[in-house]
């Protein structure tokens, strides 16, 4: 069973060595960073900083940075044993069309999944803080030299226009520090859905902060619905809470579906929800460490938030984003506060994106079957390369699937795919560029579409959109353009093999 709240997961991970407590200060300004990137590219363990300076509360860092620490909080042995458990949602299933895949797939989740239940009463309210909550005791982290700097150059011109005509969207002094590994819970104002996701949230004093939600998020979703209404967003932040909640908060649920359905499915049991004490409309995890419980008023500027490096190895731009007002902080008598840093890979969240990537094979097959497997590799940093295999039975079906691909879910921001036949290992990152390298014709085999890209990519002509290619890699057969007679891959017999293997001793090498 995934442990039920962070402190159970700290002592499992303590249990089997793969933890190790800091006691001399360090400081969240980034020192933090420097030794959680070099201990997670390492393979190392968590990391649990027990003096940190200017904050009372331990700072865990790099908890899901390994495949076993990812496997120990969802309470599996390996990822696919989990993603068979997704497949057997799926099995009983014989939708028809694949729209009626797609229409059925919230649906699926929640007959496997285990909703919600509210209780009264939650260890993360045993110290509660409202007139006096003050968002500066967290220990946030400033996670890279320029984070927060509008000096530098990562600030959008129109960023500096719109301060200069509107000074109240300039941020209020802060150090450029940020929550980073948040489940920010939020609701629709119209159905009453509930979604959590992981958004960052700069800190500028004491009761005020931007929350960096982008436009295709859920959270976002929710908010242009409460502009729409002119009505006030309540919002809370949790901090840790059941073990797979925090990796429940970055799954790429389709919109509507709320995510601790599915941290129930994960958990094997439901996920315990307490209403907010300032916000009440919100209930987040009775067993989080730390609660920030605020709103955004829609009728107010936004704040300009950023730069902060980013998953892609680069700094985002600064740009306008809501104005978080901190209501109350509530928090267990002796939390841990879990934070991450991102930044070039690997990083503790490739960890998490290997998670989805094994979780949710059975989904994406589910509405695209040609697809064997997938590798979102390393260096692509989630949305800028994914590749795929597919066992090839018709021309032009490489094609099919990458559009397939570029109409699913958040799979859609993919930059770049590469689609290679079924005999060659996906997982084998070298295998795959051999075969686009010696598979393909540029003019013949790439395809280009224009459409939404992930609001990170800095390359792509406007914000979040631009152009995405395809680079089919499989073997070419008729009906593809013109195809001359295609070679086989050179391979050895099975019989010389085998001879050669019984008799290696005898050759002394
Ligand atoms: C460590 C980490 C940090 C993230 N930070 C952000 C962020 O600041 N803003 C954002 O929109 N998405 C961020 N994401 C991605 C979202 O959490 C992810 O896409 C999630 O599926 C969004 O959920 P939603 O579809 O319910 O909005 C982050 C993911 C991880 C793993
Ligand atoms: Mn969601």
Redesign the pocket.
């Known amino acids: 069973m995934p442990a039920p709240d962070l402190q159970t997961f700290v002592r499992e991970l303590e249990q089997r060595g793969w933890l190790k407590r800091i006691s001399v200060e360090v400081d969240p300004v980034l020192e933090i960073t420097e030794i959680a990137d070099r201990v997670t590219k390492a393979g190392g363990p968590a990391l649990l900083f027990e003096k940190v300076r200017g904050s009372g509360m331990p700072v865990l860092i790099n908890a899901f940075g390994t495949r076993e620490r990812m496997c120990l909080a969802l309470g599996a042995e390996r990822l696919d044993d989990v993603a068979a458990r997704v497949q057997l949602l799926i099995k009983p299933e014989i939708p028809v069309t694949l729209l009626d895949k797609i229409k059925k797939l919230p649906q699926l989740i929640q007959l496997g999944s285990l909703p919600p239940r509210i209780v009264r009463r939650g260890v993360c309210q045993e110290v509660v803080h409202t007139d006096d909550a003050d968002l500066t005791v967290l220990p946030a982290l400033k996670c890279w030299p320029l984070d927060g700097d509008l000096a530098s150059s990562n600030v959008y011109p129109h960023v500096r226009e719109r301060i200069a005509s509107e000074p109240a969207c300039a941020p209020p002094g802060g150090e450029g520090r940020y929550l ?2 948040t489940s920010v819970f939020t609701k629709h104002p119209g159905t009453g859905e509930r ?6 949230v700069q800190v500028f004093g004491p009761k005020l902060a931007a929350m ?3 436009l295709h ?3 976002a979703r929710h908010f242009r619905a409460y502009r729409e209404l002119g009505r006030r967003m309540p919002i809370a932040i949790a901090f840790g809470g059941p073990a797979v909640m925090p990796y429940a ?5 389709p ?1 509507g579906m709320d ?1 601790c359905l599915f941290a129930g499915f994960l958990n094997g049991s439901a996920i315990e929800l307490v209403a907010c004490v300032s916000q009440p409309e919100i209930e987040i995890p009775a067993t989080a460490e730390i609660v920030v419980e605020g709103y955004i008023d829609p009728a107010e500027p936004p704040l300009v938030e950023g730069p902060f490096g980013d ?1 892609t190895g680069f700094y985002s731009l600064a740009d306008l984003y809501p104005r978080l007002h901190v209501t109350a902080v509530t928090h267990r008598r002796n939390p841990i506060y879990p934070t ?1 840093v ?1 930044g070039k890979p690997p990083q503790e ?1 490739f960890w ?2 290997k998670a989805t990537e094994r979780i949710f094979l059975p989904l994406l097959q589910m509405i695209i079957p040609d697809i064997i497997d997938y590798n979102l590799p390393m260096f692509g940093c989630f949305h800028n390369c994914a590749f795929v295999k597919i066992r090839k039975e018709y021309a032009y079906q490489a094609r099919r699937v990458m559009s397939a691909i570029w109409g699913a879910g ?1 799979m859609a921001f993919t930059k770049i795919i590469v689609v290679v036949d079924h005999d060659v290992d996906v997982q084998d990152e070298q295998s795959v560029l051999f075969h686009v390298c010696a598979n393909v014709d540029p003019k013949r085999d790439v395809m280009f579409v224009d459409g939404p890209l992930d609001i990170l990519d800095h390359a792509s002509p406007g914000l979040g959109v631009g152009s995405k290619m395809g680079i089919d890699a499989t073997r070419k057969i008729a009906g593809e353009g013109a195809v001359r007679h295609w070679p086989d891959e050179i391979e050895m017999s099975a019989e010389i093999r085998e001879r050669v293997t019984r008799r290696w001793v005898e050759y002394g090498l």
């Open positions: 980073t590994l979604n959590v996701g992981t958004y960052r960096h939600w982008h998020h859920d959270g908060a970055t799954c790429p649920l919109p995510e998953h991450t991102v969240d998490l994106g958040q």
